[in-house]
């Protein structure tokens, strides 16, 4: 039997007029003591839980669907389908709206809330299907409305892989992304030469610019483009391109339709996009719209040479909110919200006065306010922003919302912990006691037992204050030791924080008999952007401090944590830390793991692929100013090495190129350092296929097992 106990953690809301607000943690989940039957929880249980993502509300506000995923450990991969809860009936109540068989996600409604659009590979290709949102039972499937009865109907029949949608308030036309060549005239002509060169013999690549290769893909050519459709029922007529080959949109890596969006009228789009020029070294993403119809797209936000995006209409269409940053070249500057009149071209920035960055935001239905998370105090709560004062409420408490949709008179949002994985829950415009909607883990999380979670601070680098989290094994007792795990974030610009993390787990570590110490150094997110600028040209400084400061701190207020048994473990920006501990700390821990970590600044810079983060963090490129990249740089430390450490890398990790890790590998081995080096042929930065995060994890825990236990 799982009990629910609330853990009180006291945080400071910096709201627009200066109120202070306190809150509470939602409950970490831990055992009864007369569960005899539940176990800690493993990352066996991890890869097998469900996740929910991308909420999407319907018309009559009562409604949300939303994507589950859940994993699929025969073939190793996820299988993602769209639910839908309704939260007027008492429980609440979940349907599958989509065949088990096939992916389908994306979820969005028709302005009428009789349809739910969504994406599907069930045809063979990824294209835009419809179901009937209502009832229940099994779905029909029509390849288009010739069928009478069908309540499945598949929307789009393109020759290529549609990436992203949205479909037109008036119902009349559908947005869609595709990977095109933009020298082609037509969807079919970018087909026939991928087909071409997939019989090719010769299989050389030439390339006249950066981005050759880009996260964990290297490019063929194509450009990601905004092609409008008319929708009849079904799509309909020749795709028109409307964002007019000035770059991807939306933009690669990770963007998604929150990159463009329809007018309330149906009749223009706006969209962000970054020019192809000058690329890898820039972030200056600007807005445009255009005509739903086609023409020539207008730069809405020319004139600043930073970063814009995520443009929303207002409800009654006069306005377009963005997200807009300041400086040019700083992917981690901070997003705040610019109003900007349509008719007048007056921008008014509406949280520029507020410390906080912009994750998500979204307008509510009366246009009177909008809401959006941040990072905040070690958590990312959900605020109601006033359009006119700017004014920002918290409206959830502690724990991460990783996404949200609005409805009439409540938010549909997802919400997780270190205590657990996300959730569906609802709250009002003004907060107040939240409902929660889905119990999707509920049967595998009673089985479980799982440790207590605590927010600690302590007197950081030059005496500011610092915040971090630590996390019981769930079998805690008092009187004993436990060895600790000492895991530090990557982003840099980032933070572990009080969220449920699927690659970096903490109570995978604990489940297996660890304490887990995880600090929110200087450069970390969400306690002002001067925080976070404070990393920039100071890698191996202020943060390398905090860490020492805040392992010390946990040791201190929690004697429960075995000092003299600690293995420390990072990834990125981590990986880079576990490469500068080596030679900085070099008898402090008993191991360390490094994963994807850089090893040689200069070395790193010429074989990266974004280069604008580089270029920031080190005032400029390494020809230009090499004393940057040599000030805190693991390389020429190696001769102080001497902790056991494990190396892991994955082979499609262009971001730190692997390269980087062989070099760790390489420096340990020559020296007679203890060391193993797991490596992922077919993995990126991150360890996605579900076998190989258990074996990830396996590898982990052997060799921290190994050093730490006496």
């Not at 003004?430 to 600690?456: D, I, M, S, W």
Request: aromatic fraction near 12%; glycine fraction near 10%; include cysteine.
């Amino acid at each position: 039997m799982v009990a629910e106990r609330f853990s009180i953690v006291l945080a400071v809301l910096v709201l627009g007029g200066g109120a202070l607000k306190a809150y509470a943690a939602p409950a970490t989940r831990t055992a009864d003591a007369s569960a005899d039957h539940a176990q800690p929880f493993s990352v066996q249980d991890l890869v097998r839980l469900e996740r929910i993502s991308e909420v999407a509300v319907s018309p009559d506000g009562r409604r949300a669907a939303y994507t589950l995923r859940s994993t699929d450990m025969e073939a190793n991969k996820a299988r993602t389908g769209v639910w839908l809860v309704d939260s007027g009936k008492r429980p609440p109540a979940t349907l599958r709206l989509t065949d088990i068989a096939a992916n389908a996600s994306s979820a969005e409604w028709s302005a009428d809330g009789r349809f739910i659009y969504f994406l599907s590979n069930r045809s063979g290709s990824t294209q835009v299907w419809r179901v009937a949102a209502g009832g229940g039972g099994p779905r029909r499937e029509a390849r288009n409305m010739d069928a009478p009865g069908a309540d499945v109907v598949q929307i789009t029949d393109l020759p290529l892989d549609v990436g992203s949608f949205r479909v037109s308030p008036k119902g009349n036309r559908i947005l869609v992304s595709v990977e095109v060549f933009l020298d082609c005239a037509d969807l079919a002509c970018t087909k026939q030469r991928l087909d071409a060169a997939a019989h090719s013999k010769a299989g050389g690549l030439l390339y006249s610019q950066l981005f050759v290769r880009h996260w964990d893909t290297w490019s063929d050519g194509r450009r990601s483009q905004l092609f409008a459709v008319a929708l009849d029922d079904v799509a309909r007529g020749a795709p028109v391109n409307v964002s007019g080959g000035i770059g991807d949109v939306p933009g690669k890596p990770f963007g998604g339709r929150e990159d463009y969006a329809f007018s309330p009228d149906g009749t223009q789009v706006a969209f962000s996009v970054r020019a192809m020029a000058g690329e890898p070294w820039s972030t200056n993403f600007d807005i445009y719209e255009v005509a739903a119809e086609g023409g020539t797209p207008v730069n809405l936000t020319a004139d600043n040479p930073a970063w814009d995006a995520q443009p929303a209409f207002s409800p009654d269409g006069t306005q377009l909110a963005y997200a807009a940053m300041d400086r040019p070249g700083f992917e981690a500057d901070r997003f705040h919200l610019v109003l900007l009149n349509l008719k007048s071209g007056v921008r008014r920035p509406l949280t520029q006065n507020w410390d906080r960055s912009i994750v998500g935001f979204s307008w509510a239905r009366d246009g009177k306010s909008l809401f959006a998370t941040t990072d905040h105090l070690g958590q990312r709560p959900l605020w109601a922003i006033d359009a006119k004062s700017g004014r920002a409420s918290a409206i959830t408490g502690s724990g991460e919302v990783e996404g949200f949709g609005v409805g009439t008179r409540q938010v549909f949002y997802a919400l997780s912990n270190l205590g657990g994985p996300a959730d569906l829950y609802s709250v009002g415009f003004a907060g107040g006691k939240p409902a929660q909607l889905t119990h999707v883990n509920q049967a595998a999380l009673a089985q479980r037992k799982f440790g207590e979670y605590e927010q600690f601070s302590f007197a950081g680098w030059n005496g500011e204050n610092v915040f971090g989290y630590v996390v019981k094994p769930p079998d805690f007792k008092r009187d004993q030791k436990y060895p600790v795990a000492f895991v530090v974030h990557g982003g840099p610009q980032g933070s572990f924080a009080n969220s449920w993390n699927w690659r970096w787990n903490a109570q995978a570590f604990a489940g297996a008999g660890y304490g887990v110490v995880m600090i929110d150094f200087h450069g970390s997110t969400g306690y002002g952007q001067a925080f976070t600028d404070s990393i920039s040209g100071d890698w191996g400084g202020k943060p390398f401090e905090d860490l020492k400061l805040g392992l010390a701190a946990a040791l201190a207020q929690h004697p429960w944590l075995d000092g003299e048994h600690v293995c420390a473990l990072g990834a990125s920006y981590g990986g880079y830390m576990m490469n500068w501990v080596a030679g900085q700390w070099p008898d402090r821990f008993k191991c360390i793991v490094s994963h994807d970590g850089i090893f040689d600044n200069r070395t790193m810079y010429y074989s990266t692929e974004e280069l604008w983060f580089p270029e920031w963090e080190n005032g400029g490129p390494e020809y230009r100013n090499p004393s940057a990249y040599a000030k805190h740089n693991p390389v020429d430390y190696v001769t102080k090495w001497k902790t056991p450490t494990l190396v892991i890398h994955g082979q499609q990790d262009y971001r730190v190129p692997d390269s980087q890790g062989l070099a760790v590998f390489t420096a340990l081995q020559r020296q007679g350092i203890p060391s193993e080096l797991l490596y992922f042929p077919t993995e990126n930065h991150w360890v996605l296929k579900p076998a190989d995060s258990i074996q990830w994890y396996d590898t982990v825990l052997a060799w921290m097992n190994r050093w730490t236990h006496p």
